[in-house]
């Protein structure tokens, strides 16, 4: 069974840097695609990034593109979100997630994780 651990959450200023943690268990580490989802309150789940365990390749959603970076530590079954610059807009809880298969051609789509992690509350205050 896939597990899911995220890390690196917390309370930054507008402006600010914060590095995300997403620790895979339970599973080939070189099978999933891996990608991060946010949620603001009151608001849907929405796709910000993934990185595919095939090619290395990346999405990255149009509001965060520039500002943020994914990246994965295959020794240590790790991914990784370095946000920068960030802005208000960017509060949420960031969960991270499996994909069916090793790419991320679905990776906007709540519908092709297959597994989540708790989540990590990101606040970005003014």
């Known amino acids: 069974e896939v597990q899911l651990v995220e890390s690196g959450g917390g309370l930054v200023q507008a402006g600010g840097s914060l590095r995300l943690s997403c620790a895979l268990s339970?599973?080939?580490?070189?099978?999933?695609?891996i990608g991060w989802f946010r949620q603001a309150p009151g608001k849907e789940r929405l796709g910000v990034s993934c990185?595919?365990?095939?090619?290395?390749?990346?999405y990255y959603a149009d509001s965060v593109k520039g500002r943020f970076t994914i990246s994965r530590d295959n020794a240590k079954n790790t991914v990784y979100l370095q946000m920068n610059s960030l802005k208000p807009e960017d509060t949420a809880v960031y969960y991270c997630?499996?994909?069916?298969?090793?790419?991320?051609?679905?990776?906007?789509?709540?519908?092709?994780?297959?597994?989540w992690g708790q989540g990590t509350l990101v606040t970005v205050s003014s």
């Open positions: 997630a499996t994909f069916w298969g090793q790419d991320c051609t679905a990776a906007a789509e709540t519908d092709a994780v297959d597994a």
């Open positions: 339970g599973a080939t580490f070189d099978d999933y695609a």
């Open positions: 990185i595919s365990s095939r090619d290395g390749s990346t």
